[in-house]
Antibody
Framework: QVQLVESGGGVVQPGRSLRLSCAAS????????MHWVRQAPGKGLEWVAV????????YYADSVKGRFTISRDNSKNTLYLQMNSLRAEDTAVYYC?????????????????WGQGTMVTVSS | DIQMTQSPSSLSASVGDRVTITCRAS??????LNWYQQKPGKAPKLLIY???SLQSGVPSRFSGSGSGTDFTLTISSLQPEDFATYYC????????FGQGTRLEIK
């Protein structure tokens, strides 16, 4: 079945780095753009970043621009989020999500498949 | 950046009630508006895409309407499993979520 499984979360000190992974299965990963979305404890959803199907286009929320990098390895069906210079306000559950359709570029589409999330806690 | 404002922030209702949640965009987003349901400890679930299209497998009691800047999500007859938090999201220019509407049992 179509599935996204995040990993790599944990507790990290402010200023340090962490890399999240999202393993995809059950669909043609290389045909879809992919997103990261986060949710701070008790708060709402915040879109973080998107990467096009081939990795050629990437867009970020202002809150993470210059600190986070989204990437993908289509040969491994895996999405990544490299998070540097982490701050307390980056503490959240991080979800990877897939848009509804396989479209070139970055589609203006809803997210129909979500992973279960991985928790990142930034604390000294 | 496009801001999304939902109202109300919370809502108490009973099983069988008709419920409407509103989402307003800070500028026109055409019909690039999506609705999600989230239950505690779970990932969001897509309900409505492109303002009014029902996602496959979602019960027909859920419906969406609107275009431009003003949108609504309606649940025609609340069921026990519908008590959750609902988010709108614009996908017109990057992606922004509303702050959420918590639907509670009265």
């Amino acid at each position: 079945q179509v599935q996204l499984v995040e990993s790599g979360g944990g507790v990290v000190q402010p200023g340090r780095s962490l890399r999240l992974s999202c393993a995809a299965s059950g669909f043609t990963f290389s045909s879809y753009a992919m997103h990261w979305v986060r949710q701070a404890p008790g708060k709402g959803l915040e879109w973080v970043a998107v990467i096009s199907y081939d990795g050629s286009n990437k867009y970020y929320a202002d809150s993470v621009k210059g600190r986070f990098t989204i990437s993908r390895d289509n040969s491994k069906n895996t999405l990544y989020l490299q998070m540097n210079s982490l701050r307390a306000e980056d503490t959240a559950v991080y979800y990877c999500a897939r848009p509804r359709g396989p479209v070139r570029g970055v589609p203006n589409d809803a997210f129909d498949i979500w992973g279960q999330g991985t928790m990142v806690t930034v604390s000294s | 950046d496009i801001q999304m404002t939902q109202s109300p922030s919370s809502l108490s209702a009973s099983v069988g009630d008709r419920v409407t949640i509103t989402c307003r965009a800070s500028q026109s987003i055409s019909s690039y508006l999506n609705w999600y349901q989230q239950k505690p400890g779970k990932a969001p679930k897509l309900l409505i895409y492109a303002a009014s299209s029902l996602q496959s497998g979602v019960p027909s009691r859920f419906s969406g309407s609107g275009s431009g800047t003003d949108f609504t999500l309606t649940i025609s007859s609340l069921q026990p499993e519908d008590f959750a938090t609902y988010y709108c999201q614009q996908s017109y220019s990057t992606f922004t979520f509303g702050q959420g509407t918590r639907l509670e049992i009265k």
